[in-house]
């Protein structure tokens, strides 16, 4: 039998938006299962908690797709190489929106490589209308009282209004 391919998806998921839905979607298309792995970058500050992340995450994954037994979410403690490493990973997913990405991309993935070259780091190009998505941006155009829902759920946005109020 063919040892399954698992992915892991890390990312701060502050929150969760339709970008990264669509990352997951494709994702499931080379690999069989994925692992969506909650971590804290040390360059930002989080407006949710994992705990409460992970929950967005659960709710958006359960409205967009029908068979999930092959998605699970999990927080990364510790180096990410480590996490994919434990969870038998064979590759680390990652989106490209634009050129802006590639440099720091390029250079975590490179960090990566060294500390676990078994672990390869593949990229996907988000599709046109997702290109310019990013949980700070969401945020922020919330707070400012804009409109986020093409960009992620009604749940989502329930939960955003609960921490702006
Ligand atoms: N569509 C829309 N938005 C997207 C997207 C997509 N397909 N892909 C990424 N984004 C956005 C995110 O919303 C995020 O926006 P923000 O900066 O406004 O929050 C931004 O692009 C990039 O964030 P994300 O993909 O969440 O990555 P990150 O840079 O915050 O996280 C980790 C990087 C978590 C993977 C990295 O810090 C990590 O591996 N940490 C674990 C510790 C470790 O191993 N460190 C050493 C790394 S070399």
Known sequence: MVNKRIGIYPGTFDPITFGHLDI????LKIVDDIIIGIAD??????????????ELIKNDIKSAFNHNSNI????????????SKKNNATCIIRGLRAVSDFEYEFQMTGMNFQLNPNIETVFLMSSDKNSFISSNFVKEVHKLGGDVSNFVSQNTIINLDKKNN
């Open 24 to 27: 997951i979607k494709r994702s």
């Open 72 to 83: 699970q979410i999990k927080k990364v403690s510790g180096l990410l190489t480590d996490f």
């Open 41 to 54: 970058n040390i360059n930002k500050t989080s407006l949710f908690s994992i705990s409460e992340r992970s």
